[in-house]
Structures are given as C-alpha cells and as structure tokens.
C-alpha cells in the first residue's frame, strides 16, 4: 500500500521530471499514479516533433510535500501522442525520499524578457521559469546561441526587472523563433525568493482555472 504525496506525488497537482544526466527538467501534471506508475502531462509544447525522452530512459520525479521536497527515480515506460496532447507513463524503479536539496519548483509564466547574446539583444518572454532557470522563447537574430554560452538576461517581472547571467544548455527551433533553456549562474537570494514567489502565484492561478 502506497501513500499519495509521500511514496507518490499526488494525482492532480505538479511535478518535476528530470532527465538523469542531461541537465533537463520539464514541468508536468500528475494525471494518474498508482500500482507503481505514473501518468503525467508534460509541458513540452516547445518540442514540437523532437523526442524529449525515449521508452527506457531513467528520471527523477520531484514532488512538493507536505512539509518537505521529495523525490523517486523512475523509468519511461511509453510516450504517448494524442494530437497536441503529450503523455508519459513512468514505472517507478525506487523508494521515495526526502531531498537533500531544495528543488526549484518551475512553473508556466510568460514574461517579457531580453537576452543579450553577442553583439544582439534577443527580445522575447518565459516559456516558464524557476529560481535556476527558465525557458525563454526569443525571435531569432543572429548566430544560435551554442549551448555552454554565457548570455545577459533581463527578466521584467510586474515588480520590475530581474538582471543576471545565464548559461545556454539547449536551444530548439520553434518557428522564426529560438527557444532557450537557460541555467542562472549568478542571481541573487532576493531575486530568487521574487521569482519563487511569482511561481507559486502562477501554479495558484492555473489550479484555478482548471477548477472552474
């Protein structure tokens, strides 16, 4: 017998899934969970045509507690296409456990943002976005950002602008534009409580939607 939220996350609500050992983590919605497997919905609108995970591949789940961040590996069991519509089926391959280090929550909020790559400031907004990172979507300008580049972000938030360096660790094609996750390399405590914050406005306001 299992207990939702602590050996699982919950039905309904986010986790995170992270890619062992590619430095990828992608925001989903818990459809299902029980007999060891979980259904979630990822957001991976921006990898249109592009396989994110392959059947085999081993992840990490990340999940908001009660009182704690938790974790469980797992494997990808099948990536299902339903139109637009993308699911994964996750057979979980451990015990869950209470991380050791606090794990960004990300969530889905658009923003506008400037990118400062080269001699170019890309103009765009978040995708989504964490106190580590986010995914900006950019009009493309220039030479593709390498992943490994260092780029200047400016993020403006409705309580004004966040500034800090950032490092390329993917970029996809979405059209005219780039899409580029970016890992934070130098942002500050305060900055990161604000977008913490911004986060979890966003998850409450979605949760609300959906409750309508």
Request: proline share 4%; net charge negative.
């Amino acid at each position: 017998m299992t207990t939702p939220g602590v050996d699982h996350p919950e039905e309904q609500t986010e986790a995170t899934v992270e890619l062992t050992g590619r430095n990828l983590s992608v925001s989903t919605r818990v459809e299902y969970a029980g007999e060891g497997v979980l259904a979630v919905r990822p957001s991976v609108s921006d990898f249109v045509d592009q396989s994110v995970v392959k059947v085999g591949d081993r992840v990490d789940v990340f999940w908001q507690a009660s009182d704690s961040i938790r974790s469980v590996p797992a494997e990808v069991l099948a990536v299902d296409h339903h139109g637009a519509v993308i699911r994964w089926r996750l057979q979980i391959r451990g015990e869950a456990e209470v991380t050791q280090r606090r794990k960004a929550v990300r969530g889905r909020v658009g923003v506008p943002v400037e990118v400062g790559h080269s001699a170019y400031d890309l103009i765009g907004e978040t995708v989504d976005l964490s106190e580590t990172g986010a995914r900006v979507a950019v009009d493309a300008l220039g030479l593709e950002p390498e992943p490994g580049s260092a780029v200047d972000l400016v993020i403006t938030l409705e309580d004004g602008e966040i500034k800090t360096r950032g490092e390329v660790v993917r970029v996809t094609m979405r059209g005219p534009r780039w899409v580029l996750s970016v890992r934070f390399l130098n942002l500050a405590e305060k900055d990161a409580d604000r977008i913490r914050r911004r986060v979890f406005q966003a998850l409450r306001e979605e949760r609300a939607r959906e409750s309508e």
